[in-house]
């Protein structure tokens, strides 16, 4: 085999730092899905609140990028 | 990962006055974004044309989001919002043609305008309200005891948030496009191995869906940056809790 130890971990790594996309899209899941209860009981006032939903995914949503950003990180730029 | 490098384009060597690649497609983002508006709105007439009429929806959209989010005294501001949206929007739209560059999936165009977005922020802030602006960190709705710590708190998420800002922008393109392209590695497969005839079809169905959420994220992520520079804008107007 071939290459050193540096690189292995600096792939190790990055396939770790990906479980975190995992937890982000739950995140997203939760605050679509609450959206849509909510909306669904009131869809008059749902409307109004389509500003708050994307807010609230794009907080969610911009951890799951930083650890994809770790992810590359490790795997280009070591 | 090479579709990201930013490649000098008449043979010199990079340096801060080389015309690259980056500087090619930002400059054809600016062009489109002129000829939209400019030849959009030149006519004039009241019952709008096709161009007019996107001009007008876009100039509609960006104003309702910063009237109704930084409320009516942030209109002022509007100008450099809807330059922020435009901008953002046409740069992505642009790197999803195949070959093109994505200007804006790299940290060095977001963090800037982010950057530009948080000073320009921070300075009206303490422009309009003095040290009041300060009121920003001090939750009165806390207990006394509990408020320097949620005040520590509250200041170091200030000044994360051109981070996160110019982050999600960078890494949401950056990811889409290094995602079709891993895709697109899958494709020639066919010519290669026996294999090839099963993943072929699936990665070009793959490839197209991508590309279908990426128009989708292209513009959502315009969008999610203009409203957080609209919120970012109250919280400077109004500060407090």
């Known amino acids: 085999m071939q290459g050193d130890i540096v690189q292995m971990g600096a792939y190790i790594g990055a396939g770790l730092a990906c479980m975190g996309m995992g937890g982000s899209a739950i995140g997203v899941g939760n605050v679509a899905g609450n959206f849509l209860a909510g909306a669904l009981r009131n869809p008059s006032a749902a409307a109004g609140q389509t500003a708050t939903l994307f807010i609230g995914i794009a907080f969610a949503e911009a951890l799951g990028i930083f650890s994809f950003l770790v992810a590359l990180l490790l795997m280009f730029a070591v | 990962m090479d579709q990201f490098l930013v490649k ?11 015309v690259s690649n980056a500087t ?43 009237e109704d989010v930084a409320g009516h005294d942030g209109v002022k501001y509007f100008p450099y919002i809807f330059t922020l949206f435009i901008f953002i929007v046409f740069s992505n739209f642009l790197g999803l043609i195949p070959g093109s560059f994505t200007t804006t999936s790299h940290i060095a165009v977001t963090a800037v305008m982010a950057v530009m977005v948080f000073l320009f922020v921070t300075i009206l802030g303490f422009v309009k309200n003095g040290a009041h602006f300060l009121g920003l960190f001090w939750v009165s709705s806390a207990p006394l005891a509990l408020r320097p710590i949620l005040a520590l708190i509250e200041l170091i998420s200030y000044f994360v948030r051109p981070v996160s800002h110019s982050i999600r922008l960078a890494g949401n393109m950056m990811a889409g496009h290094a995602v079709i392209k891993v895709f697109a590695a899958f494709a020639p497969l066919i010519l290669m191995s026996g294999i090839g005839v099963v993943v072929t079809p699936l990665s ?18 315009a969008y999610v940056f203009t409203i957080l520079t609209c919120v970012y804008l ?3 107007l109004h500060p407090g809790h």
């Open chain 2, 8 to 18: 000098p384009l008449f043979g010199e060597g990079l340096s801060a006055f080389a």
């Open chain 2, 24 to 66: 090619l497609w930002m400059a054809i983002t600016v062009l489109c974004v002129i000829v939209l508006f400019v030849l959009g709105t030149g006519k004039r007439s009241v019952i709008p044309g096709r161009l007019q009429s996107v001009a007008e929806l876009a100039y509609g959209f960006v104003y309702k989001m910063v």
């Open chain 2, 204 to 221: 070009i169905v793959a490839i197209t869906a991508m590309y279908g959420l990426e128009i989708l994220v292209c513009f959502i992520q």
């Open chain 2, 234 to 236: 109250k919280d400077a």
